[in-house]
């Protein structure tokens, strides 16, 4: 008797080529070495890294409104009952959005004619600042300079502040932002500053300094970073003659 033989079909006989082909190349994959971990390089003997560093802004005062690593600084010694001090915010302000090698800081310096709404109104954008960040302290200024009456009559009666919050309030509450602005109107004075605007202009780099009188306009404010760039300002301030918006600054 003839026993029929078993022929796989065409499907079959595929998978089985399938399979073998699959064994053959994993057999292959396991003799290959393995590539070992690559392994942290250390610095040579003697050498440390230093970590970049992260460019912040300040989180609190002094104030500071432009790019943070600008090699220049304009320090504005202000009144926030002066005039002359309200003309100049925006001026200067839009002038340091058109220099980003220029910062500005701010530095309270509340006159004795002036009080105690000077006092208040410093008191005031502090606390927005404590509370918010840089942003909501150059608003607060902002703020009270377009609503304060100016030359001591301080805020109308009965209006306050939009933005004000729990945490600012609880600064209004406290005597943090009097010990500050007191510190930064003795530093003033210990320097001989007695009107506002007053400006110092600082070259991070050098370390030298100019001090400028008056609301100083954009093409003073070149000039005498030209001066410090170039070297020729001395270590210590000096003034220096500066462009006015107006009369003679109070």
Request: proline share 9%; aromatic share 6%.
């Given at each position: ?55 912040t802004a300040p989180a609190g005062p002094p104030w500071r409104y432009g790019r943070v690593d600008a090699r220049f600084t304009v320090i504005e010694y202000a009144d926030l ?170």
């Amino acid at each position: 008797m003839q026993i029929a033989r078993f022929v796989p079909s065409r499907s079959v006989a595929l998978v089985a080529l399938l399979v073998i082909v699959a064994l053959i190349a994993a057999a292959w994959l396991g003799l290959q070495p393995q590539t070992p971990a690559a392994e942290p390089v250390s610095p040579p003997d003697g050498i440390t890294v230093t970590p970049a560093p992260t460019l912040t802004a300040p989180a609190g005062p002094p104030w500071r409104y432009g790019r943070v690593d600008a090699r220049f600084t304009v320090i504005e010694y202000a009144d926030l009952e002066c005039p002359f001090c309200r003309a100049y915010f925006t001026v200067l302000k839009h002038w340091i959005d058109a220099h980003s090698e220029v910062n500005w800081q701010w530095h309270h310096l509340p006159l004795t004619i002036h009080e105690p709404a000077a006092s208040a109104n410093a008191r005031l954008v502090e606390c927005v600042g404590e509370a918010g960040g840089p942003a909501a302290f150059w608003r607060a200024v902002e703020w009270v300079y377009t609503h304060s009456r100016g030359d001591g009559l301080g805020l109308p009666e009965g209006l306050g502040y939009p933005g004000m919050t729990p945490a600012a309030q609880q600064c209004l509450d406290s005597d943090r932002p009097d010990t500050l602005i007191r510190s930064q109107s003795a530093s003033a004075a210990q320097e001989g500053i007695k009107v506002t605007p007053t400006l110092r202009l600082q070259d991070h780099q050098s370390g030298k300094t100019l001090l400028l009188h008056g609301p100083v306009e954009g093409d003073a404010l070149l000039s005498a970073i030209d001066l410090l760039a170039a070297g020729k300002a001395e270590a210590t301030s000096r003034e220096m003659p500066a462009a006015s918006l107006g009369d003679t600054p109070r």
